[in-house]
């Protein structure tokens, strides 16, 4: 489903704050893969997500979406393939747009756009059907303007566009960390719905390493732009906070001492 080949991407080359965030990454993920990605701030982990989304090109390395070469190809190229939803609520929708025009937006993601008008009555009715799964009342607003709507709200909409026509591949980056916890425990639980709707394939980054083991088949810790830890199966079934805590230790040579991720020991 994706797969990820001697990826290397550098920043500011050359100059004094030269910062080298992946080295040499590999990564195959099958079709149906839900894997938390955890670390140290600047372990290269959001730059991972980047690369997939096509943000950034790669000094070096290929990444194949299913069976094409996607290396060299535009954020917009690889948007009918690739889903995303950020840490930032506002960042996923179009604030002074309604929740049905943003839904429409994001069904035509990856299309050509014609001229025609971009709702009609059957996507209403659809998009309804869409929202009414969440159970946050918004099936009732669909001519609201998204700014109106809370952090929750947002964030729960930006993941239903951003699984709209069943993305190859889906990229959650940190996306509870804004919300308060009893919000981030909702927006979780929708998430999990969303993707086992949809058998989606899915990496998250996160800092809550109870949620990293819990969520998902695989867990991948990554140091210094390198994947230093990739657990699956029963080995990751057995292993605990403490545990990936001295495993870290072990494969990196040194503590982790990101603070948000040890609060959420």
Same mark, same amino acid.
């Not at 990856?110 to 946050?136: D, H, T, Y």
């Not at 993305?167 to 639980?189: G, S």
């Not at 695989?218 to 390198?226: E, L, P, S, V």
């Given at each position: ?6 990826? %290397? ?23 149906g893969?839900?894997?938390? $990605? ?37 954020? %917009? ?25 943003? !839904?429409?937006?994001a069904?035509?993601?990856? #299309? ?31 001519e609201?303007?998204? #700014? ?8 729960? !909409?930006?993941l !239903?566009?951003?699984?709209l ?21 909702? $927006?979780?639980?929708?998430?999990e ?13 996160? %800092?809550?390493?109870?949620?990293? !083991? ?36 072990? #494969? ?12 959420? #020991?």
């Open positions: 489903m994706l797969e990820i080949v001697n990826l %290397h991407k550098v920043f500011n080359y050359g100059k004094v704050n030269q910062n080298y965030a992946l080295r040499g990454i590999e990564l195959s993920v099958s079709r893969d839900f894997i938390t $990605i955890i670390g140290s701030n600047g372990a290269g982990k959001s730059t991972l997500l980047n690369m997939v989304a096509g943000t950034y090109p790669p000094e070096i390395g290929r990444i194949n979406i299913g069976p094409t070469d996607v290396t060299n190809w535009s954020v %917009h190229k690889r948007a009918y393939l690739v889903g995303r939803v950020f840490q930032d609520p506002l960042k996923g929708t179009a604030s002074e747009m309604t929740i049905e025009e943003n !839904l429409s937006m069904g035509k993601r990856g #299309k050509k756009r014609g001229l025609r008008p971009g709702l009609n009555q059957r996507q209403r009715v659809s998009f309804k059907e869409l929202l009414a799964k969440l159970e946050l009342g918004l099936e009732n607003r669909l609201s303007p998204v #700014k109106l709507l809370s952090g929750g709200q947002r964030q729960a !909409l930006t !239903l566009m951003a699984t026509g069943a993305p190859k591949v889906l990229l959650l980056d940190e996306h509870t960390a804004a919300l308060d916890p009893k919000t981030a425990i909702q $927006i979780m639980e929708i998430t719905q969303v993707v086992a709707e949809h058998e989606l394939t899915v990496l998250m980054v996160t %800092h809550d390493l109870k949620q990293a !083991l819990s969520l998902g088949n695989r867990t991948i810790m990554m140091d210094k732009g390198k994947i230093i830890l990739d657990l699956r199966g029963e080995e990751r079934e057995k292993t605990t906070v403490p545990g990936l805590l001295k495993m870290f230790t072990e #494969k990196s040579g040194h503590e982790l001492t990101d603070d948000r991720v040890l609060l959420s #020991k």
